[in-house]
């Protein structure tokens, strides 16, 4: 799924790379990282309901548990393939180390386009997938979410089969449910919420103010929406925003809420009034301070990293920018919070969903925020420290915290047998 034909897996393969290399690690403990611990491919037959029967792919990839049990988002889009479901484990292995989190990583997906299934046919595709991985996720084992094209809904579904295979109720098998259902007070916004909060810390680190600085985001979905408004929250001014079908620009500012408003409405954020329509292209290359990318990986890549003319890069998506397009834009100067840390702040509201459920708990939203804002600004310093440190940038620097962090777990636990 990328704006290029670049293999994702093959990309993250050669960052984990340049990493472990800069760190001098033991080459035995790289062979470990670089390889999912384990892999799932499921076949899911679906009687679809015009009564023909169809049959999807399932994926679950658990990259590394040293740290704890694996945790990753389940992602349902007709370009899944396994290669991008191992290099998202893999990035979820990173993250959670990098927030300091007692998570390993894990990422699952279904081959399919959920724009061409009833609800219905959703629900069951989601049944039938959960049944099909439920003896390898669990609470303690592995704890999913949502991704693209999945959320609170698909997580009370997978959550009730699993918790009918059980025979008692287990909320704590996933994250991201509704709040009836033992969800987190402020989980559906928090990966956006934490972008956000990543960039105001940058803006600092930088000495940029964000009173009416100009922000593109390219995605309007749960992360792109949330960033959207809590940035615009902050004083920012938002210019332009995209979705599937192309973007929107104006230069005096767009409200995020009603152009939410409006995609509700008609589908899509195109049409808004008062707007300039762009493709998707256009939107990335627009003029601003801050670029938050909140769609799919590889949007930014060798052929269009040199038209980017943003400041600063906040990586709301997961590996929006390619290996190469890293290169290019660092020699143009602009700076890039990485989606490892610029991203977490959905898993480590998961983390707290996670808790507050095995406790029997329900947290305030005001207790919930003050602690992604603590956990968050302690890890953008920790990151900005480490590039200063060891004169890297700031993907090299978070990349080789969350490594470096679980290599010692793996290290400390020793080779069984
Ligand atoms: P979503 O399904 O809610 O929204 C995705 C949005 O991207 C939609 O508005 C869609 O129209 C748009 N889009 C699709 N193709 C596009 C294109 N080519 N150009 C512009 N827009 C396009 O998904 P989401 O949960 O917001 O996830 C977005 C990204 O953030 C993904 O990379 C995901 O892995 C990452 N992420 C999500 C979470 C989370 O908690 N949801 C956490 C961490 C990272």
Sequence with gaps: MSGENINPYDDICSQLKICTTQLGMNPGIHEILISPKVIHTVSLPLEMDNGEIKVFTGYRVQHNDARGPYKGGIRYHHEVSMDEVKALAMAMTWKCAVINIPYGGAK????????????????????????????????????????????????????????VMQGYSVPEVVTGKP????????????TGRGTAICLRECARSLNMTLKDATVVVQGFGNVGVHAAMTLSSMGCRIIGLSDSRGGIFNTEGLDPSKVLGHKIETGSVLGYPGSEELTNEETLELECDFLVPAALGHQIHEKNAGNIKARVIVE?????????????????????????????????????????????????????????????????????????KMDLNMRGAALSMGVSRVANAIQQLGLFP
């Design 108 to 163: 699952g997906g279904i081959v399919c386009d959920t724009k061409e299934l009833s609800i219905g046919e959703k629900e069951h595709l989601t049944r039938r997938y959960t049944a099909a991985i439920s003896q390898f996720i669990g609470p303690y084992r592995d704890v999913p979410a949502p991704d693209m094209y999945t959320d609170a809904q698909t997580m009370a579904w997978i959550m009730d089969t699993y918790s």
């Design 179 to 190: 709040i009836e259902l033992g969800g987190s007070e402020g989980r559906t916004e928090a």
């Design 316 to 388: 709301g998506a997961n590996g929006p920018t390619t290996t190469e397009a890293d290169e290019i834009l660092s020699r143009n100067g602009v700076f890039l919070v990485p989606d490892i840390l610029a991203n977490s702040g959905g898993v480590m509201v998961s983390y707290l969903e996670w808790v507050q459920n095995i406790n029997r708990q329900h947290w305030s939203l005001t207790d919930v925020n003050q602690q992604l804002e603590s956990k968050l600004v302690t890890a953008y310093k920790n990151v900005w420290d480490m590039k200063e």
